[in-house]
């Protein structure tokens, strides 16, 4: 899977914001325990007790995305650079398999116009186990936006 393009300098800033900045490994909030995530979002080979600086937490950042990048170019192909930057951001906050498998992506291969899927479908995206999460409501309002 090879990017063809790679997030608006909005879309990382967005990112940014919604995972937030741990230099230091944390449990999954869900679990209390694995997945261990540290800098913005990346759980991949961490463990509890691990510590990065800063510019390791942007290293992780941006082979991280290239992963997400690469996904939703093959998921959902011919998307303008704010929407493709979007769903970006979605994916790297519900995975590649969830943005694959969701209504979502079954509308834009279809051949819908992405200006009313998006802003009907990713509002969806904001519940967790006990309901809607203010946090994720947010994130999607501004993916939408």
């Known amino acids: 899977m090879a990017s063809v393009r790679q997030i608006l300098p909005e879309g990382m800033a967005l990112i940014k914001e919604f995972e937030g900045l741990e230099l230091s490994a944390y449990p999954d909030p869900g679990t209390g325990g694995e997945p261990y995530t540290i800098g913005y979002g990346h759980t991949g080979g961490v463990s509890l007790g691990d510590r990065i600086s800063l510019e390791e937490a942007e290293l992780y950042l941006a082979d991280d995305l290239w992963l997400f990048e690469g996904c939703v170019e093959d998921i959902c192909p011919g998307l303008n650079h704010w929407e ?8 790297y906050n519900v995975g590649c398999s969830a943005l694959g498998g969701s209504t979502l992506a079954r509308r834009l291969k279809a051949g819908e116009d992405p200006q009313i899927v998006l802003p009907e479908e990713l509002p969806r995206w904001n519940k967790g186990g006990n309901g809607p999460l203010p946090g994720l409501t947010r994130r999607r309002a501004a993916e939408v936006k």
């Open 84 to 91: 493709f930057s979007a769903l970006v951001s979605f994916a």
